[in-house]
């Protein structure tokens, strides 16, 4: 069981509080998207659940582990960023495997890991390359690979698109759902694209100014938002 659970999550920066007791759970598998305009808390909260910035009050659990303490690298999570800096000099195959190389893993445990993140993210024809011979949606392929290959129970994506123009937008959404289909690991998906939401979603999780508006899969949103600041978001038009 790796799902993430949220208990009465508070977020202060110095006497601001920017997340007001937050409580959510993310069930196993589940592809949870949390949308809200900008500065409402998305990345924060997000921070949060892997770690980088320590919560001031609350508990979050990955499984039935309590992580609220816990070192980012032992949470057995893994983020992708909207800026993926990869490291110019090392090649694609390079780039994916180095954090594993840190860790100390084997040689050949980093090639086999490192060749089936390249297939799933159908790379395995860059893998000689260096990024800057890259488009930029193999650019984040790549750093989707780097989260891959280190086999993390929960994935964190924030607003890992919207460095792309919007073709490759469509295209590295579906990658991404197929990502998720063929892994099946839990998702938890930042953004302020309301089509990303709606298309890669199971849950919708809709922050307004560090609280949850409303919780719902796309068609409960859709269908009958709470509010208007949820229609407005994401609902019905009507
Ligand atoms: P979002 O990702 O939804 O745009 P953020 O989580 O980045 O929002 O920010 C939420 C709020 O917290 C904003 O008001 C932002 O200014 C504030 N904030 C974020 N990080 C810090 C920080 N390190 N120090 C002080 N305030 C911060
Ligand atoms: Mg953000």
């Keep these: 069981m790796t799902g993430v659970s949220l208990d ?8 601001i509080a920017v ?4 409580d959510l759970r993310i069930e196993d598998g589940e592809f949870c ?5 900008s500065g409402c808390g998305k990345s924060t909260l997000l921070r949060m659940v892997a770690g980088l910035e320590k919560t001031t009050a609350g508990k979050i659990h990955i499984g039935a582990r309590d992580v609220t303490d816990i070192d980012p690298a032992e949470r057995g999570v893994a983020m992708v960023f909207q800026t993926y800096a990869l490291y110019p000099h090392m090649t694609v195959a390079e780039n ?15 090639r086999s890991k490192v060749a089936e993140a390249s297939r799933i993210l159908k ?3 860059y893998l000689d390359r260096k990024p800057k011979a890259l488009s930029g949606g193999q650019r984040q392929r790549v750093a989707i690979g780097r989260a891959i290959v280190r086999g993390p129970e929960v994935f964190l994506f924030d607003e890992p698109l919207s460095n792309l123009d919007a073709e490759l ?15 099946g690991a839990t998702m938890i998906y930042v953004t302020h694209d309301q089509v990303e939401a709606m298309t890669l979603a199971d849950k919708i999780v809709v922050l307004r100014a560090g609280r949850i508006e409303q919780v719902g899969t796309p068609m409960q949103l859709y269908a009958d938002p709470d509010n ?5 978001f994401i609902g019905s038009p009507s």
Excluded at 19 to 22: A, E, T
Excluded at 33 to 37: A, I, S, Y
Excluded at 169 to 183: N, S, T
Aim: charged share 25%; hydrophobic share 45%; no cysteine.
């Design 8 to 15: 009465n999550v508070v977020k202060k920066f110095g006497p």
């Design 19 to 22: 997340i007001h007791g937050i």
């Design 33 to 37: 998207v949390f949308v809200g305009p």
């Design 96 to 110: 994916m495997g180095f954090g594993l190389r840190m860790n100390g893993h084997p040689k050949d445990v980093i």
């Design 123 to 125: 790379l395995d024809n």
């Design 169 to 183: 937008r469509v295209d590295m959404r579906i990658e991404i759902a197929r990502l998720h289909k063929e892994i």
């Design 228 to 232: 208007r600041f949820v229609a407005g």
